[in-house]
């Protein structure tokens, strides 16, 4: 059984008909099965009416763009006879076409910023500009060959174009209300703000490329950024919870029981008065000799040999500029940054349990960042000056 969809007629009397072929499935079954190919059929099929206004503006057009084929003939011509004394003919000629494509140029943006009034008028100005300059040019030709009257009407050649095309365009040129043009500016802006955006990100990601293949010294700029954005984020990452450090503290006058002692079992009258200095004390030219720490009178015998034997191994009490475990203030300011142990030393009469990444960063703060250019022997040196000290003071225990 073959099937064939009917298509109702369309036709009204007074409707433009045409007769066209078309292809239409047919669906042949059979035994339950179907199969369909396409068959061309010739219809009649309604034709819309006549847009004369389309075809009157294409009509328009196409002379708009005759006149001013011919406009730029003429004035091309003209300049570059005017020129030719001058110049090589052919580039005499080249640049006489210049004239006619200024204004052209000028009449395209007027058409493409008809939106916004200011931008508009700024290219409808330069349009007549360059319309005059071209005229002036024609009529200078005319003069020169004692043919003013013609150098005259060849110059409203392109006066003719242009008010052609400043008619035609005039047919898409629609005043808007002011909200309206400022939504649709403000729009534009929007887009454009995206545009150029994407194409600075695009240019960013190209240098960069190129920077990484052209050699070794992005690489070792991008180290140099990367470690000093560490220096600077390392003072952040001391979660201990500690007060801030001993060296920033204002010093105390009384003394400050060892941590790591037993409690005493009777106060201990206070040291004798020391007058902490108000303001740094520049490094000397001399070299200073080391000025052990002064114990104060209620400490024991066993804490004061422990002092000054640690005192001694260091070899760097007079510079530390901090307070010892016994809370004597400092008698010189410290004539450069801490040695490893010193700062570890201190870090640990801060607090004994700080974790090793903890200590590492304490260490580096009190050493003012100097990692000595490696990031990895550092730490590996500030583990193993904890573990000297735990063991020393286990067995002095």
């Given amino acids: 059984m073959t099937e064939t969809p009917q298509t109702p007629p369309t036709w009204q009397p007074g409707m433009r ?45 196409g002379v708009a763009v005759v006149v001013t084929l011919l406009a730029a003939a003429g004035t091309t011509a003209s300049v570059g006879g005017l020129l030719g004394r001058l110049l090589h003919p052919g580039v005499a000629y080249a640049v006489g076409a210049v004239f006619t494509s200024s204004w052209l140029v000028c009449l395209g943006i007027e058409h493409i910023e008809r939106v916004d009034a200011t931008r508009a008028v700024r290219a409808r100005t330069a349009g007549w500009v360059m319309l005059l300059i071209g005229m002036g040019a024609v009529i200078t030709y005319g003069h020169e060959m004692h043919q003013l009257p013609a150098g005259v009407v060849g110059s409203c050649l392109d006066l003719a174009a242009k008010g052609l095309w400043w008619l035609i365009m005039g047919l898409d040129r629609v005043q808007l209300d002011a909200g309206v043009a400022h939504w649709v500016a403000e729009q534009e802006q929007h887009m454009a703000g995206r545009f150029l955006l994407g194409t600075r990100l695009a240019r960013l990601n190209r240098r960069a490329v190129q920077m990484r293949a052209s050699g070794p010294e992005f690489q070792a700029a991008e180290a140099i950024l990367a470690q000093a954005a560490n220096q600077v984020q390392l003072p952040a990452a001391d979660t201990s919870g500690q007060a801030a450090p001993a060296a ?13 002692g037993p409690a005493p ?9 020391h007058t902490p200095p108000t303001a740094p004390v520049p490094p000397p030219a001399a070299p200073v000799p080391t000025v052990p720490p002064v114990t104060p009178a209620g400490a024991g015998a066993s804490g004061s040999s422990e002092q000054q034997a640690e005192a ?48 590492v960063a304490r260490v580096l703060m009190l050493r003012g960042g100097d990692d000595g250019g490696d990031r990895a022997k550092f730490t590996d040196t500030v583990g193993r000056t904890r573990r000297r000290q735990e063991a020393k003071e286990r067995r002095t225990a």
């Fill in 248 to 260: 920033a503290q204002a010093p105390v006058s009384g003394p400050v029981p060892d941590p790591s």
């Fill in 265 to 273: 079992s009777t106060p201990t009258p206070p040291p004798a008065p």
């Fill in 312 to 359: 001694d191994a260091s070899g760097d009490q007079a510079q530390l500029g901090v307070q010892d475990k016994t809370g004597t203030p400092p008698s010189l300011q410290p004539v450069g940054p801490l040695s490893i142990a010193a700062a570890v030393r201190q870090a640990r009469a801060e607090d004994p349990d700080q974790t090793d990444a903890q200590m």
């Fill in 17 to 61: 008909r045409k007769r066209v072929r078309v292809e239409r499935p047919e669906t042949t079954v059979i035994d339950g099965r179907p199969s369909t190919r396409m068959v061309t059929t010739e219809e009649w099929v309604a034709v819309p009416p006549r847009d004369w206004d389309e075809i009157i503006r294409r009509g328009a057009t």
